[in-house]
């Protein structure tokens, strides 16, 4: 393999372990919140001690978090020198942004809320997760910013060689991110949601703690809930922008060699083979692409081919077609996850409603499974918004090929992509150790940690050491 497939193939692996870390941490700082918001306003102790349990859970996944973006960033400027130069001006700004108000706020005040246990209002304590949680949904904004830059760029001029910021609002209002945004913040909350639901039902199966994980799962359930409302809603608003500013990701995303019908079939399943061109044994839903495209049950949608052709005169010659297969199967296994997380969760709901939730020993087996599904979803959606842009890294200035270092070797790259797979292995697990025994310890460890010191000066305490 030559340099550019290498660096392709370490970007992909560092960008989808970091990857699994981040929807986590905003999914059950959120959560988090509303549990200790519960406990500020009910004044009751279990969801207090919710907060506390899964709050140890949230610590260990945002410390890794850190550690594997530290890891994502070496690699820029390693094996993408030539891109990070042409792009530099512009994305400077909301990174810095992210780097100094986002991760700056989740930093400071989850110190806050780590040792301000009974020691701040509760009020004040509550305050410190909702800002560290509104601190990871800025992370996110900013960091989105950047690529959904990358997929339509905004408020730039070239010039000097190299893309130059001339709009920074227009960056910060780009249409790619506002729809891109909320559908990954709702992907997070249900990761986050799913976790607890999942965590909730081995508990519940063993019989362990059971109002305790009941009461997680009902809070959990919730947000599972109306984040896969929100994930089906605002992932059909990214649909209609995709056929406007992206054709060709749409057209690949549905393996659509030629020009649809009107109104155009959704394809379910297809065989396809990118060398001839064409589909075969394919299933088909009448309307639906038309909807998914325009909101409206009429409407032909664009085939790569006249893509190709409409492409090759704007841009040069060249094969403007991305990875077909790739493209259409992680739309698929994205959009299937994401309607089971909705389906799994109104189920979920109405069986704590209906008092059944203990007893339904098949559904809490499947939702320790469901735990993957976000996770899976999140990664096959960032496959398809990555590899269906290709073979631009920013769309319609630079392509991949152009964007690697010039004085990196094949080898150099290799050796780093050996070190850096090596130490995520070993960073999921120690991971995974942590996590096993937190969960193991269960929601009770942390009042004997809390117990205050006897004070042997005080009668209360005398009588302690008697």
């Keep these: 393999m030559d340099v550019v497939e290498l660096s392709r193939i370490q970007f992909a692996s560092t960008t989808l372990f970091h990857f699994?870390?981040?929807?986590?941490?905003?999914?059950?700082?959120?959560?988090?919140?509303?549990?200790?918001?519960?406990?500020v306003v009910k004044k009751d102790d279990k969801y207090k001690k919710m907060a506390k349990f899964w709050g140890h859970i949230f610590l260990i996944n945002f410390a890794v978090g850190v550690v594997t973006g530290i890891l994502q960033e070496f690699q820029f400027g390693m094996n993408w020198s030539e891109y990070s130069r042409f792009v530099g001006d512009v994305f400077g700004a909301p990174l810095a942004i992210e780097a100094l108000l986002a991760f700056f706020m989740e930093s400071t005040f989850l110190g806050l809320w780590i040792f301000g246990w009974d020691r701040l209002p509760k009020w004040v304590h509550a305050l410190c997760i909702w800002l560290v949680s509104l601190g990871t949904i800025f992370s996110a904004f900013f960091i989105l910013s950047a690529n959904s830059f990358m997929q339509h760029p905004v408020g730039e001029v070239l010039q000097n060689g190299r893309l130059e910021m001339n709009d920074f609002l227009a960056i910060m209002t780009n249409g790619q991110l506002w729809v891109e945004f909320p559908h990954t913040v709702f992907g997070s909350f249900a990761t986050g949601a799913l976790f607890i639901v999942g965590i909730s039902a081995i508990a519940l199966l063993r019989k362990k703690h059971v109002e305790f994980y009941k009461g997680s799962f009902k809070v959990a359930i919730v947000v599972a809930l109306i984040s896969g409302i929100g994930i089906a809603l605002s992932g059909h608003e990214q649909a209609l922008y995709l056929v406007e500013t992206q054709p060709m990701k749409m057209a690949a995303s549905e393996g659509l060699w030629e020009d649809s019908a009107d109104p155009a079939p959704w394809t379910v399943f297809a065989n396809i083979d990118t060398e001839a061109k064409e589909n075969t044994g394919e299933l088909k839903i009448p309307y639906v692409l038309s909807f998914l495209s325009y909101g409206?049950?009429?409407?032909s949608v664009e085939g790569m081919n006249s893509l190709q052709e409409r492409y090759t005169e704007l841009y040069g010659p060249g094969n403007y077609i991305p990875p077909v297969k790739t493209t259409f199967w992680s739309f698929r296994v994205m959009t299937v996850l994401g309607g089971a997380v909705l389906a799994l969760s109104i189920w979920g709901a109405y069986l704590y409603a209906r008092k059944k939730l203990v007893n339904s020993k098949w559904y809490l087996r499947l939702m320790?499974?469901?735990?993957?599904?976000?996770?899976?979803?999140?990664?096959?959606?960032?496959?398809?918004?990555?590899?269906?842009?290709?073979?631009?890294?920013?769309?319609?200035?630079?392509?991949?090929?152009?964007?690697?270092?010039a004085g990196v070797t094949a080898g150099e790259v290799l050796f780093s992509l050996i070190t850096f797979s090596a130490m995520y292995l070993i960073l999921f697990a120690v991971m995974i150790t942590l996590f096993v025994r937190e969960i193991k310890k269960g929601p009770e460890h942390d009042v004997e940690e809390t117990e205050p010191i006897a004070d042997p000066f005080t009668k209360e305490g005398q009588h302690a050491f008697s």
Excluded at 27 to 32: C, D, E, R, Y
Excluded at 396 to 405: C, L
């Design 368 to 405: 320790i499974v469901a735990i993957s599904f976000p996770f899976i979803g999140n990664s096959a959606g960032w496959i398809m918004t990555e590899i269906g842009r290709q073979p631009w890294v920013v769309f319609g200035y630079m392509k991949t090929e152009d964007a690697v270092s």
């Design 296 to 299: 409206t049950f009429s409407g």
């Design 20 to 39: 699994l870390f981040v929807p986590l941490s905003i999914g059950l700082a959120f959560i988090i919140a509303i549990m200790e918001t519960l406990y």
